[in-house]
């Protein structure tokens, strides 16, 4: 196996930084009305992380977050409003929005979650993915 090399990532302005230090976990895409409402697209690309493997550089300080009563939390750059992680209720558990890295993060998505609330306005491509009609854990 190759060696890894850290994965980098940044809000649009610049304002956070990150470095991923081992290989992604998983990866998925999420549809359900929260996600819609937060990004503004039909749905969100992630990427689950190994626990301690998030290492936030700069930014920190202005990290905003929105802590649904159910669900994980959703950070954002306070600066230019970049979605960039979730986090569970613990702690425990980060997720990196995809198109937050820097390259390439060496992992796709491998299901579609919550596509019972799939936007009506974008069909989900016939990719072969999974589906799940509520979340997937």
Do not use: N
């Amino acid at each position: 196996m190759p060696d890894f090399e850290p994965l980098r990532g940044r809000c649009l302005c610049g304002t956070v930084a990150f470095v991923v230090t081992a290989p992604p976990v998983s990866a998925s895409y999420c549809h359900c009305t929260r996600c819609q409402r937060r990004t503004g697209t039909a749905a969100s690309a992630q990427a689950r992380l190994a626990p301690g493997t998030l290492q936030i550089l700069t930014g920190e300080e202005v990290l905003g977050t929105y802590e649904p009563p159910q669900g994980f939390a959703k950070l954002y750059c306070g600066q230019c409003g970049s979605a960039l992680f979730s986090r569970s209720a613990d702690g425990s558990v980060w997720s990196v929005r995809l198109g937050a890295f820097d390259g390439d993060p060496g992992i796709r998505p491998q299901w579609r979650q919550f596509v019972a609330y799939a936007a009506p306005w974008e069909p989900i491509p016939d990719d072969g993915l999974p589906r799940y009609d509520e979340g997937k854990h």
